[in-house]
Protein backbone atom coordinates (compact mmCIF):
# COMPACT_ATOMS: atom_id res chain seq x y z
CA UNK A 1 0.00 0.00 0.00
CA UNK A 2 3.00 2.18 0.69
CA UNK A 3 5.03 1.46 -2.27
CA UNK A 4 1.55 2.12 -4.20
CA UNK A 5 1.30 5.39 -2.46
CA UNK A 6 4.96 6.59 -3.01
CA UNK A 7 4.74 5.09 -6.68
CA UNK A 8 1.67 7.61 -6.93
CA UNK A 9 3.78 10.68 -5.73
CA UNK A 10 6.73 9.87 -7.76
CA UNK A 11 3.82 9.82 -10.87
CA UNK A 12 2.64 13.28 -9.95
CA UNK A 13 6.27 14.91 -9.26
CA UNK A 14 8.03 13.45 -12.03
CA UNK A 15 6.14 16.06 -14.39
CA UNK A 16 6.40 18.73 -12.06
CA UNK A 17 10.42 18.61 -11.58
CA UNK A 18 10.59 17.99 -15.88
CA UNK A 19 8.26 20.73 -16.24
CA UNK A 20 10.75 23.05 -13.57
CA UNK A 21 14.04 22.06 -15.12
CA UNK A 22 15.28 24.91 -16.95
CA UNK A 23 18.84 25.61 -18.57
CA UNK A 24 20.67 28.50 -20.08
CA UNK A 25 24.00 29.32 -21.93
CA UNK A 26 25.75 32.46 -20.33
CA UNK A 27 27.79 33.38 -23.66
CA UNK A 28 31.11 35.02 -23.96
CA UNK A 29 31.09 38.57 -23.25
CA UNK A 30 28.59 38.33 -20.40
CA UNK A 31 28.62 37.23 -16.65
CA UNK A 32 26.12 34.94 -15.63
CA UNK A 33 24.34 34.77 -11.89
CA UNK A 34 22.94 31.89 -10.65
CA UNK A 35 19.91 33.71 -7.57
CA UNK A 36 18.52 31.58 -5.24
CA UNK A 37 15.50 32.84 -4.68
CA UNK A 38 14.60 31.44 -1.37
CA UNK A 39 18.22 32.09 0.03
CA UNK A 40 20.07 34.73 2.09
CA UNK A 41 23.52 35.95 2.38
CA UNK A 42 26.60 35.47 -0.01
CA UNK A 43 25.93 32.04 -0.80
CA UNK A 44 22.57 33.52 -2.98
CA UNK A 45 24.01 34.98 -5.66
CA UNK A 46 26.84 33.08 -7.59
CA UNK A 47 28.50 33.60 -10.36
CA UNK A 48 28.31 31.13 -13.68
CA UNK A 49 29.51 30.34 -17.13
CA UNK A 50 28.45 28.50 -20.15
CA UNK A 51 25.57 25.86 -19.94
CA UNK A 52 23.30 26.38 -16.67
CA UNK A 53 20.93 24.09 -15.80
CA UNK A 54 18.61 25.03 -12.66
CA UNK A 55 15.31 24.55 -11.32
CA UNK A 56 13.18 27.53 -12.64
CA UNK A 57 10.87 27.59 -9.39
CA UNK A 58 13.86 28.02 -6.65
CA UNK A 59 16.75 29.68 -8.93
CA UNK A 60 16.74 32.42 -11.38
CA UNK A 61 19.69 32.91 -13.42
CA UNK A 62 20.71 36.79 -14.74
CA UNK A 63 23.27 37.48 -17.45
CA UNK A 64 25.14 40.89 -17.59
CA UNK A 65 26.87 42.34 -20.29
CA UNK A 66 30.76 43.19 -19.81
CA UNK A 67 30.76 45.12 -22.73
CA UNK A 68 30.05 49.08 -23.90
CA UNK A 69 26.62 49.63 -23.46
CA UNK A 70 24.91 52.95 -25.05
CA UNK A 71 21.81 54.48 -22.99
CA UNK A 72 20.19 57.67 -24.21
CA UNK A 73 18.08 59.38 -21.77
CA UNK A 74 15.96 61.81 -24.46
CA UNK A 75 12.93 63.58 -24.19
CA UNK A 76 12.17 61.95 -27.92
CA UNK A 77 12.43 58.59 -26.15
CA UNK A 78 10.03 56.31 -25.01
CA UNK A 79 6.54 57.82 -23.79
CA UNK A 80 8.20 59.41 -20.43
CA UNK A 81 10.13 62.43 -20.60
CA UNK A 82 13.95 61.12 -20.43
CA UNK A 83 15.72 64.05 -20.66
CA UNK A 84 18.12 65.84 -17.49
CA UNK A 85 16.85 68.89 -15.84
CA UNK A 86 19.33 71.29 -13.72
CA UNK A 87 19.13 74.23 -11.93
CA UNK A 88 21.69 76.53 -12.82
CA UNK A 89 23.61 78.76 -9.73
CA UNK A 90 21.69 81.76 -11.18
CA UNK A 91 17.77 79.28 -10.22
CA UNK A 92 17.07 78.87 -13.61
CA UNK A 93 16.00 75.73 -15.09
CA UNK A 94 17.83 73.67 -18.42
CA UNK A 95 17.08 71.09 -20.26
CA UNK A 96 18.85 68.38 -22.15
CA UNK A 97 19.48 65.55 -23.85
CA UNK A 98 22.60 63.02 -23.00
CA UNK A 99 24.02 59.95 -24.67
CA UNK A 100 26.54 57.73 -21.63
CA UNK A 101 28.56 54.79 -22.89
CA UNK A 102 29.69 52.58 -19.94
CA UNK A 103 30.64 49.19 -19.42
CA UNK A 104 30.03 46.97 -16.23
CA UNK A 105 33.17 45.63 -14.34
CA UNK A 106 33.15 41.99 -14.63
CA UNK A 107 34.65 40.99 -11.00
CA UNK A 108 31.75 43.00 -9.53
CA UNK A 109 28.71 41.78 -11.36
CA UNK A 110 27.95 39.96 -8.13
CA UNK A 111 28.14 42.93 -5.65
CA UNK A 112 26.12 44.85 -8.01
CA UNK A 113 23.43 42.44 -8.31
CA UNK A 114 23.39 41.55 -4.24
CA UNK A 115 23.79 45.29 -3.43
CA UNK A 116 20.88 46.43 -6.18
CA UNK A 117 18.72 42.92 -7.13
CA UNK A 118 18.06 44.25 -10.65
CA UNK A 119 19.28 43.47 -14.12
CA UNK A 120 21.51 46.50 -16.50
CA UNK A 121 18.27 47.36 -17.81
CA UNK A 122 16.61 48.28 -15.17
CA UNK A 123 19.98 49.83 -13.25
CA UNK A 124 20.24 52.09 -16.30
CA UNK A 125 17.13 53.45 -15.67
CA UNK A 126 17.44 53.94 -11.74
CA UNK A 127 20.58 53.74 -10.25
CA UNK A 128 22.88 55.32 -12.88
CA UNK A 129 20.09 57.89 -14.26
CA UNK A 130 20.15 59.00 -10.94
CA UNK A 131 23.97 59.29 -10.23
CA UNK A 132 23.89 60.97 -13.68
CA UNK A 133 21.89 63.11 -12.50
CA UNK A 134 23.33 64.33 -9.32
CA UNK A 135 26.31 64.64 -11.47
CA UNK A 136 24.81 66.94 -13.52
CA UNK A 137 23.11 69.10 -10.88
CA UNK A 138 26.36 69.02 -9.31
CA UNK A 139 28.10 70.85 -12.17
CA UNK A 140 25.10 72.96 -12.67
CA UNK A 141 25.16 75.22 -9.62
CA UNK A 142 28.78 76.38 -10.24
CA UNK A 143 27.45 77.81 -13.96
CA UNK A 144 24.57 80.79 -14.57
CA UNK A 145 22.64 80.23 -17.11
CA UNK A 146 24.16 82.03 -19.81
CA UNK A 147 27.57 80.54 -18.83
CA UNK A 148 26.12 76.96 -19.37
CA UNK A 149 25.33 77.69 -22.94
CA UNK A 150 28.36 79.59 -23.87
CA UNK A 151 30.91 77.22 -21.89
CA UNK A 152 28.77 73.73 -22.85
CA UNK A 153 31.79 71.94 -23.27
CA UNK A 154 33.73 72.79 -19.93
CA UNK A 155 30.16 72.05 -18.15
CA UNK A 156 30.11 68.44 -20.20
CA UNK A 157 33.88 67.75 -18.76
CA UNK A 158 33.23 69.29 -14.96
CA UNK A 159 30.09 67.10 -15.12
CA UNK A 160 31.58 63.96 -15.99
CA UNK A 161 34.20 63.99 -13.81
CA UNK A 162 31.72 64.03 -11.35
CA UNK A 163 29.64 61.61 -12.84
CA UNK A 164 32.67 58.96 -12.86
CA UNK A 165 33.60 59.43 -9.10
CA UNK A 166 29.75 58.55 -8.24
CA UNK A 167 29.49 55.41 -10.90
CA UNK A 168 33.24 54.18 -11.03
CA UNK A 169 33.29 52.73 -7.34
CA UNK A 170 29.98 51.38 -7.81
CA UNK A 171 31.34 48.64 -10.41
CA UNK A 172 30.44 51.05 -13.44
CA UNK A 173 33.43 51.87 -15.76
CA UNK A 174 32.32 55.55 -17.63
CA UNK A 175 33.44 55.45 -21.27
CA UNK A 176 32.03 58.77 -22.53
CA UNK A 177 29.47 61.15 -21.55
CA UNK A 178 28.09 63.34 -24.43
CA UNK A 179 25.32 66.30 -24.62
CA UNK A 180 23.27 66.17 -27.36
CA UNK A 181 21.40 68.37 -29.57
CA UNK A 182 20.55 72.14 -27.99
CA UNK A 183 20.32 73.02 -24.14
CA UNK A 184 17.35 73.92 -23.75
CA UNK A 185 16.71 77.61 -21.55
CA UNK A 186 14.10 79.72 -20.98
CA UNK A 187 13.14 82.36 -23.76
CA UNK A 188 14.59 85.12 -21.54
CA UNK A 189 17.96 83.44 -21.73
CA UNK A 190 18.20 82.78 -25.01
CA UNK A 191 16.91 86.23 -26.35
CA UNK A 192 20.03 87.28 -23.91
CA UNK A 193 22.32 85.35 -25.01
CA UNK A 194 21.24 86.05 -28.88
CA UNK A 195 21.71 89.73 -28.02
CA UNK A 196 25.16 89.39 -26.74
CA UNK A 197 26.20 87.10 -29.73
CA UNK A 198 25.15 89.05 -32.17
CA UNK A 199 26.68 92.34 -30.41
CA UNK A 200 29.68 90.42 -30.21
CA UNK A 201 29.46 89.73 -34.13
CA UNK A 202 29.18 92.84 -35.53
CA UNK A 203 31.82 94.40 -32.91
CA UNK A 204 34.49 91.83 -34.84
CA UNK A 205 33.01 92.99 -37.89
CA UNK A 206 33.90 97.07 -37.20
CA UNK A 207 37.47 95.85 -35.72
CA UNK A 208 38.02 94.05 -39.00
CA UNK A 209 36.47 96.99 -41.39
CA UNK A 210 38.65 99.19 -38.81
CA UNK A 211 41.60 96.95 -39.81
CA UNK A 212 41.05 96.84 -43.28
CA UNK A 213 40.77 100.28 -43.45
CA UNK A 214 44.61 100.64 -41.67
CA UNK A 215 45.63 98.53 -44.16
CA UNK A 216 44.62 100.04 -47.03
CA UNK A 217 45.40 103.94 -45.59
CA UNK A 218 49.21 102.53 -44.63
CA UNK A 219 49.16 101.07 -48.65
CA UNK A 220 48.62 104.18 -49.58
CA UNK A 221 51.25 105.86 -47.55
CA UNK A 222 53.62 103.71 -48.24
CA UNK A 223 52.94 103.93 -52.10
CA UNK A 224 53.89 107.69 -51.67
CA UNK A 225 56.48 107.76 -49.34
CA UNK A 226 57.91 104.60 -52.55
CA UNK A 227 56.93 107.53 -55.19
CA UNK A 228 58.49 110.35 -53.31
CA UNK A 229 62.02 108.35 -52.36
CA UNK A 230 62.34 107.48 -56.14
CA UNK A 231 61.54 111.31 -56.97
CA UNK A 232 64.54 111.68 -54.70
CA UNK A 233 67.15 109.75 -55.91
CA UNK A 234 66.07 110.74 -59.71
CA UNK A 235 66.74 114.38 -58.50
CA UNK A 236 69.93 113.26 -56.64
CA UNK A 237 71.14 111.06 -59.97
CA UNK A 238 70.06 114.52 -62.33
CA UNK A 239 72.18 116.61 -59.71
CA UNK A 240 75.20 114.84 -59.85
CA UNK A 241 75.03 114.19 -64.01
CA UNK A 242 75.29 117.87 -64.37
CA UNK A 243 77.81 118.27 -61.50
CA UNK A 244 80.02 115.55 -63.11
CA UNK A 245 79.35 117.08 -66.70
CA UNK A 246 80.50 120.84 -65.11
CA UNK A 247 83.98 119.67 -63.81
CA UNK A 248 84.48 117.76 -67.05
CA UNK A 249 84.56 120.90 -69.25
CA UNK A 250 87.73 122.27 -69.03
CA UNK A 251 89.40 125.32 -71.20
CA UNK A 252 90.74 122.50 -73.56
CA UNK A 253 88.04 120.27 -73.78
CA UNK A 254 86.06 123.91 -75.11
CA UNK A 255 88.67 124.66 -77.47
CA UNK A 256 88.57 121.09 -79.00
CA UNK A 257 84.86 120.58 -79.14
CA UNK A 258 85.11 124.33 -81.01
CA UNK A 259 87.83 123.17 -83.11
CA UNK A 260 85.77 120.05 -84.09
CA UNK A 261 83.30 122.58 -85.28
CA UNK A 262 84.70 125.17 -86.84
CA UNK A 263 84.30 124.77 -90.87
CA UNK A 264 88.27 126.93 -90.75
CA UNK A 265 86.80 130.12 -92.32
CA UNK A 266 87.38 133.75 -90.74
CA UNK A 267 85.64 137.03 -91.28
CA UNK A 268 86.74 138.84 -94.11
CA UNK A 269 85.62 142.30 -92.36
CA UNK A 270 86.41 143.74 -89.12
CA UNK A 271 89.32 142.16 -86.21
CA UNK A 272 89.87 138.80 -87.05
CA UNK A 273 89.06 137.16 -83.28
CA UNK A 274 91.78 134.91 -81.26
CA UNK A 275 90.36 131.60 -81.83
CA UNK A 276 93.29 129.55 -80.56
CA UNK A 277 94.26 130.17 -76.79
CA UNK A 278 97.02 129.38 -74.29
CA UNK A 279 95.66 126.12 -72.92
CA UNK A 280 98.68 125.14 -71.37
CA UNK A 281 98.75 127.31 -68.35
CA UNK A 282 102.05 129.48 -69.35
Known sequence: MQNKRFFVWLLLAVPFLLGSCSYERVDAGYVGIEVDLYGEGEQSVTPVQGFVWYNSVTTAVYEFPTFVQNSVYSSTEGTSNREFKVTTQDGLS????????????QEKVVSIFKKYRRTLDELSETVIRNYMRQGFNTAASRYTAEDLYQKRETFQSDAEKIIR????????????????????????????VEAKVNAKQLSLKKQEELAQAQADAAKKIAETEGYAQSLKIQAEAEAYANKVRQESLTPMLIQQQFIEKWDGKLPIYGEVPKI???VSGR
Not at 94 to 105: G, H, I, P, Q, T
Open 94 to 105: CAFDVSLNYRVE
Open 165 to 192: SLLEPEGFKVEQIVILGTMRLPNSVMQN
Open 276 to 278: FKD
